[in-house]
């Protein structure tokens, strides 16, 4: 890319965004018109996954493109050294503005605190969404505690237009603006609050899903639309005589509506960075990526929440505009991986993508070629076992373009913290040509004995690879 102008990147980040709450996507329940306008000018990626379905695992994963058995940020609770390589710190080296407004949940405090910026202002933790406090940089290494008045996704979005407006000009500029929103607890700002009032949503396939032939850790999980809190989660108490049926129906309306207005306020905030990249004269030079952490179950499978190895929970949206390499209303099949996100964004910078990145570049995608040795499966780990709320279970696998199997290993004794039961090792192999829904657990069915082998080899091969280890049960 000698001789071309270095790009700048916008790069926005929303927390828990499923790609099928997007209609670029083809969602079946919403409108979102300006990630849409982003997804014409540029490519979606159709087969984009996270390494580990889970926010402060998948946000390591991302600024360091590495798994999360290298970085050491495989939990919730593990949070990010702040001194590791990443991304932001090699574009800042290198010559960019570089800042972050929003969501970092990476750690706070002298180790953790966001480096390689220029500017930051971060929510504390999860953050809050209205009236936010925000973080920042204060003298000797403390915190200057910033009191908003607002709702958060438009705050962060004034933020990000306020530091492009003040930014150097003369040099080019990365920003990562990282919404709060569509987290958990799914409050709506003033504007969308009765947005679907008089609307039913429909209901997702699989919404009955019986769970019959998954692993016995698995169906024994706290992740059902039963499990959400009425009062904190569904913002009423449950109406009187409704049978078990209706309270899912009713249930379900109460979350995917909360979920879908705070959609509807990214969306908006997507829509006001796009204009102000145009008014400016930016748009040709700027690439500018949609993404999210990871999916979500929006009732899918009768679950919320994320943490699986499943299809709605495993795929990430991922979209790129960069007019000067991607083709408009492209889209692509080949894997991507939230790994790849940093080595991408250093080519197309023109850097050299350091050798212990373990992702790989988007770039020749991007420009219309899928190399031919471009990878054909993805290592997957959680390892979160057994937290007190959702009790899901840890587990591995690997995803080829036609099947998956998913290892429960369900031996807490290694995982301090955990609060799962002490449980044999379970497996789950799914078709997803024949059953793309992943309605049916086929590990005992003897027709995919030779694919059930080939896929243990391949996970094998993939976790000697990437340099993570099959469990060894403890004791
Ligand atoms: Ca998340």
């Given at each position: 890319m000698t001789g071309e102008p270095r790009p700048n990147f916008l790069f926005v980040m929303s927390d828990d965004h499923a790609a099928h709450a997007i209609s670029a996507y083809g969602s079946r329940i919403n409108e979102t018109p300006h990630i849409d306008r982003l997804a014409a000018g540029g490519m979606r990626f159709d087969a984009c996954f996270c390494t580990n379905s889970i926010c402060t695992p998948s946000r390591a994963s991302i600024l360091t493109g590495t798994y999360n058995h290298v970085n050491g940020v495989t939990t919730l609770d593990t949070h990010m050294d702040n001194r590791l390589q990443t991304f932001p710190k090699l574009l800042q080296t290198a010559g960019y503005q570089t800042a972050i407004v929003g969501k970092w949940h990476l750690g706070h405090g002298p180790d953790h605190d966001p480096t390689g910026f220029d500017f930051w202002r971060v929510l504390p933790g999860q953050g809050h969404y209205h009236n936010p406090v925000m973080l920042g940089p204060g003298p000797g290494g403390s915190h200057e505690v910033i009191e908003r008045g607002g709702y958060v996704t438009d705050l962060i979005t004034d933020d990000c237009l306020d530091w492009l407006d003040r930014r150097d000009r003369d040099r080019p500029f990365m920003l990562l603006c990282h919404h709060k929103a569509p987290h958990r607890t799914w409050e709506p700002s003033r504007e969308h609050f009765t947005m679907y009032d008089d609307v039913e949503i429909p209901e997702p396939e699989t919404m009955w899903d019986d769970h019959a032939t998954r692993a016995e850790v698995v169906q024994a999980m706290r992740m059902r639309l039963m499990d959400l809190d009425p009062i904190i989660d569904l913002k009423s108490p449950v109406p009187d005589g409704l049978t078990?049926?209706?309270?899912?129906?009713?249930?379900?309306?109460?979350?995917?509506?909360?979920?879908?207005?705070?959609?509807?306020?990214?969306?908006?905030?997507?829509?006001?960075?796009?204009?102000?990249?145009?008014?400016?004269?930016?748009?040709?030079?700027?690439?500018?990526?949609?993404t999210s952490d990871q999916g979500f179950f929006l009732g899918d499978h009768g679950w919320f929440d994320k943490r699986l190895m499943y299809e709605e929970s495993l795929s990430m949206p991922f979209i790129v505009r960069y007019p000067r390499v991607v083709a408009p209303g492209s889209s692509t099949e080949a894997m991507a991986l939230n790994v790849d996100v940093a080595p991408t964004f250093l080519e197309l910078a023109g850097l050299d993508v350091p050798s212990d990145m373990q992702g790989r570049s988007l770039v020749p995608l991007l420009s219309g070629e899928e190399p031919d040795d471009w990878r054909r499966s993805m290592y997957y780990r959680y390892w979160m076992h057994g937290d007190r709320i959702h009790r899901v279970p840890a587990h591995y696998g690997v995803r080829t373009e036609t099947h998956k199997l998913i290892c429960y290993y369900n031996d807490p004794l290694g995982q301090p913290g955990a609060h799962g039961p002490v449980a044999p090792t379970e497996w789950e192999l799914f078709d997803l040509l024949a059953d793309p829904l992943e309605t049916t657990n086929v590990i005992d069915d003897e027709r995919y004995a030779a694919v059930l082998m080939e896929l243990r080899a391949e996970l094998a091969r993939l976790q000697a690879e990437l340099g993570d280890a099959p469990y060894v049960a403890v004791g």
């Open positions: 078990e049926d209706e309270e899912v129906r009713w249930r379900y309306q109460r979350y995917i509506k909360d979920y879908l207005r705070v959609v509807a306020s990214i969306d908006d905030n997507v829509g006001r960075l796009l204009d102000h990249l145009d008014h400016e004269g930016l748009a040709d030079d700027t690439v500018v990526v949609y």
